[in-house]
């Protein structure tokens, strides 16, 4: 709903105040969104920590809106760039070597999955604001495995927020 031309999000009452017209053109695609017409969105702060300015392409590209297929064009009301969006291909490149050997990189995400796991559920926000960072670097993984506390691993992702 964010990258809609004109979406017209309200970032005070962190609601969408488009107009009636364009609320019902968008719920015939996207019945599932009836419910932020009317109630502000809940962790705002979270949801563009993990998926602002990030947009996926290429032919294995996945989003909650749908696959776009590679060639296919997209809606007119949907903007094609966003000032700081992140374009990233999932197109495998047969170009690059592949590591077979996933443990000489650090420690996983799965391994820091399970950690965090004893942590946090899904339905707390820091748990994907954890997941994020653990996929940005493999440096994170690595502190995170090495951290001997609970309370360090909470605090490192608080930092994560800022």
Same mark, same amino acid.
């Given at each position: 709903m964010m990258t809609m031309t004109g979406h017209g999000y309200n970032s005070v009452t962190k609601t969408f105040d488009w107009p009636a017209e364009k609320w019902e053109e968008y719920l015939q695609k @996207?019945?599932?969104?009836?419910?932020?017409?009317?109630k502000p969105l809940a962790n705002m702060e979270e949801l563009e920590a993990l998926f602002g300015g990030v947009l996926a392409t290429g032919s294995k590209n996945w989003s909650s809106g749908g696959v776009i297929a590679s060639g296919a064009e997209e809606s007119s009301t949907h903007s094609t760039s966003m000032p700081s969006e992140t374009s990233i291909s999932l197109e495998e490149d047969e170009n690059l070597?592949?590591? #077979?050997?996933?443990?000489?990189?650090?420690?996983s995400v799965k391994e820091c999955m399970k950690i965090l796991k004893k *942590? *946090? #559920?899904?339905?707390?926000? *820091? @748990?994907?604001v954890a997941i994020n960072g653990f996929c940005k670097k493999k440096e994170y993984r690595e502190v995170w495995v090495e951290m001997e506390s609970d309370e360090e691993r909470m605090g490192w992702i608080q930092s994560l927020r800022k």
């Amino acid at each position: 709903m964010m990258t809609m031309t004109g979406h017209g999000y309200n970032s005070v009452t962190k609601t969408f105040d488009w107009p009636a017209e364009k609320w019902e053109e968008y719920l015939q695609k @996207y019945p599932e969104a009836k419910q932020f017409r009317f109630k502000p969105l809940a962790n705002m702060e979270e949801l563009e920590a993990l998926f602002g300015g990030v947009l996926a392409t290429g032919s294995k590209n996945w989003s909650s809106g749908g696959v776009i297929a590679s060639g296919a064009e997209e809606s007119s009301t949907h903007s094609t760039s966003m000032p700081s969006e992140t374009s990233i291909s999932l197109e495998e490149d047969e170009n690059l070597p592949r590591n #077979t050997n996933d443990e000489a990189e650090g420690p996983s995400v799965k391994e820091c999955m399970k950690i965090l796991k004893k *942590l *946090l #559920t899904y339905e707390d926000p *820091l @748990y994907y604001v954890a997941i994020n960072g653990f996929c940005k670097k493999k440096e994170y993984r690595e502190v995170w495995v090495e951290m001997e506390s609970d309370e360090e691993r909470m605090g490192w992702i608080q930092s994560l927020r800022k």
